[in-house]
């Protein structure tokens, strides 16, 4: 998955400022239900959250 630059440049700067690990989670959720699910508004227009649940290990490359 491609991470949006918008969601990419949230990120960075929720964890400059010392955004919790559940921040940052609602974050990359927000991102995922955008880029996987709903595809720029194009598919799953009603579903309205995804959630991180039990989460060990997330790596993101820049």
Known sequence: ???PPQYAARLFDAQ???ATD???QKIAAEALKEVSF???G????S???VRFTDVQH???DL
């Open 38 to 40: 709903q595809d720029g």
């Open 47 to 49: 579903l309205e959250e």
């Open 58 to 60: 997330i790596d993101f």
């Open 1 to 3: 998955m491609a991470l």
């Open 22 to 24: 559940q921040d940052l």
């Open 42 to 45: 194009r598919r799953a227009g």
């Open 16 to 18: 400059e400022q010392g």
